[in-house]
C-alpha cells in the first residue's frame, strides 16, 4: 500500500490563501494524483488533479481561477495553491493517488483513484 502524507491547512479568513502539499513515497510512479475535499454531512467531492507527465490539469468549478495544482517531479509532491478563500471552501482536504497510468487522463471520482492521504483541515472564516 501507498501512504500519501499531507501537510498545510490551517485556519486563515475569507480573501487569504494556502497551500497544501502531498508527499508520495518514491516507488510511486504509477498514475495522476488529485486533490478532494469533504465537509460535515456532505459528500467527498472532487477538487483538482494533474497527470502522471504533468501535461494535463483539470478543476472543479467552483475552484475554477482561484486554485494551482501543481507537482515537483524531484520530490515526488503535488501542491494545492489555494488563493482568495471563501468560507464555503471549509472541508477536510484528501489527496489522492491512482494505482494505474492512463496517460493525460485524471480521474474525478473517488472510485478512480486507489490511495489516500490522512487530511488536513482548511478553515475559512468571514
Known amino acids: 500500500q501507498v501512504q500519501l502524507i499531507e501537510s498545510g491547512g490551517g485556519l486563515v479568513q475569507a480573501g487569504g490563501s494556502l497551500r497544501l502539499s502531498c508527499a508520495a513515497p518514491?516507488?510511486?510512479?504509477?498514475?495522476?494524483m488529485g486533490w478532494f475535499r469533504q465537509a460535515p454531512g456532505k459528500e467527498r467531492e472532487f477538487v483538482s488533479g494533474?497527470?502522471?507527465?504533468?501535461?494535463?490539469?483539470t478543476y472543479a468549478d467552483s475552484v475554477k481561477g482561484r486554485f494551482t495544482i501543481s507537482k515537483d517531479n524531484a520530490k515526488n509532491t503535488v501542491y494545492l495553491q489555494m488563493n482568495s478563500l471563501k468560507p464555503e471552501d471549509t472541508a477536510v482536504y484528501y489527496c489522492?493517488?491512482?494505482?494505474?497510468?492512463?496517460?493525460?487522463?485524471?480521474?474525478?471520482?473517488?472510485?478512480?483513484?486507489?490511495?489516500w492521504g490522512q487530511g488536513t483541515q482548511v478553515t475559512v472564516s468571514s
Open positions: 489522492a493517488g491512482a494505482k494505474y497510468y492512463r496517460g493525460t487522463y485524471i480521474g474525478r471520482q473517488e472510485y478512480d483513484y486507489d490511495y
Open positions: 518514491a516507488t510511486f510512479t504509477s498514475g495522476a
Open positions: 494533474i497527470s502522471r507527465n504533468d501535461i494535463t490539469t
